[in-house]
């Protein structure tokens, strides 16, 4: 299920870039999946959702495909393993420290690859503060509400458990 959001939703905001760029309709399923289904599943959403995305659709662009699926693909994998390890006895700060610090780990690792390896030498901080942050904002916010809310009404319908794992 994950999966196809991952691939439908980017479908109707990137139709405008700029709106795809600052809403991130991709990363909403990927950290929902890794947070609920653990950090295999969010791994393999990571990796398969910009990848398949791309084959039907075109977006995201070849150029930008392999750091999109290396930040995902972090989301994902980390978001599960954050919430399987985060244990204060509030399952909100749990959810919230686990997504952020996903966020933020993902953001990191999409830098430091774009610096070395996708854009080596034409890659510097204020672009990736630019990219990551600044024109991500309407995205990172729509992320820190939504994706909570939905955690938590999953598992108050007991469609998942309070340690990351989705009920199947």
């Known amino acids: ?4 959001i991952g691939i439908i939703l980017p479908f109707f905001t990137g139709q405008v870039p ?4 600052m809403l991130l309709p991709m990363h ?58 985060i ?21 990191i690792i999409n830098g430091v690859l774009n610096a070395l390896i996708f854009n080596a030498g034409k890659y510097s901080m204020e672009m990736w503060l630019t990219a990551s942050f600044l024109q991500a ?6 992320q820190l509400a939504l994706i909570p809310l939905l955690v938590l009404a999953l598992q108050k319908a007991r469609l998942a458990n309070r340690a990351g794992a989705a009920r199947v």
């Not at 398949?52 to 977006?59: A, D, I, R």
């Open 137 to 142: 904002i309407p995205g990172i916010v729509i």
């Open 1 to 4: 299920m994950f999966l196809a």
């Open 28 to 85: 909403l399923p990927v950290l929902l999946c890794g947070l609920l289904c653990g950090p295999v599943y969010g791994l393999g959403c990571g990796i398969l959702a910009p990848l398949l995305s791309h084959l039907f659709t075109g977006m995201p662009p070849t150029a930008m495909l392999p750091s999109m699926l290396c930040e995902l693909a972090a989301y994902g994998m980390l978001s599960g393993i954050l919430i399987r390890v």
């Open 87 to 107: 244990r204060t006895k509030w399952n909100l700060l749990n959810l919230y420290t686990a997504l952020i610090g996903a966020m933020i780990c993902g953001r």
């Open 18 to 21: 700029q709106i795809g760029n």
